[in-house]
């Protein structure tokens, strides 16, 4: 992985992970900056957390001078929107997103409230509190191309990742063998509180807690792994890169049920498990 420079503002932190490539977590979730800021052309992938909104501003403006072109989403769980719509406007610029995320994004349908009895940790005890319902961007969303192009980052490809939600994407470049997974596959125990502080980097599933379609996320996970990435931004914990990457995800993809799927929940049927 290249050069790291981190940027600490209270529980927000900027990793550069690649040339033209950020993390910026918003305290427990990940917020992708792609483009050269020589260039000023670059996109925002996932919004974050709510409170955050201002720091985001400021942090684009510090790294670009400019606002991105476009917002990308990965999916629209609560902790991936916060503020999408308002610094859409503020900006004004489009929100992409898969048309099967579309509901969940015009105020449609909600979706599925949290599990709490997966996961064993106080971040999944709580999941019921977690907010679920939909939001509704109005004209500023709009389709991802079919194609696969990503508006506003010609080298990104996007591929449909579902399982953790419906239209959930991730993003992968070939030049560099570069991924941002969203929350198809992350880098921390996101169920465990302790473990999201201490933000040490071990390859998951997506969160349990909020994963209703288990069949699917391990069929997104094999499909990923098969890329095999260099690095990779995840929605939750540290980006990894190299061996560590390559073998945890392959690991994953491999054993999936054991080490992703929980024994039990609301989502889970044991009659599906592969």
Known sequence: MS???MLHTGTMDTTRVLEDL??????????GFAGRPDRGDW??????????????????????????QAIVLTHGHFDH????????DLWGIPVYAHVLEFPYLTGLEDYPEGD???????????????????????????????????????EWRWIPTPGHSPGHVSLFRERDKAMLAGDAFITVKQES???????????????????P??????????KLAALFPEVALTGHGQPMSGRDLQFGLNRLAEHFDELAVPEQGRYVNDNEKA
């Open 3 to 5: 050069e790291k420079d």
């Open 22 to 31: 950020w993390c910026v977590r918003t305290l427990m979730v990940n917020v």
């Open 43 to 68: 996109i925002m992938i996932d919004t974050g957390l709510g409170p955050f909104r201002n720091a985001l501003i400021g942090e684009a403006d510090r790294l670009f001078g400019r606002p991105p």
């Open 81 to 88: 929107v916060g503020n999408v719509k308002e610094l859409a």
């Open 116 to 154: 709490p009895t997966v996961g064993g940790g106080l971040m999944a005890g709580v999941a019921p509190a977690y907010p679920n319902r939909a939001i509704d961007l109005k004209d500023r969303l709009l389709p991802l191309p079919e194609d696969g192009r990503v508006p506003g980052a010609p």
């Open 193 to 211: 509180a302790l473990a999201v502080m201490k933000q040490e980097r071990e390859l998951h599933g997506p969160p349990m807690y909020f994963t």
């Open 213 to 222: 379609d288990w069949e699917h996320a391990k069929e997104s996970v094999r």
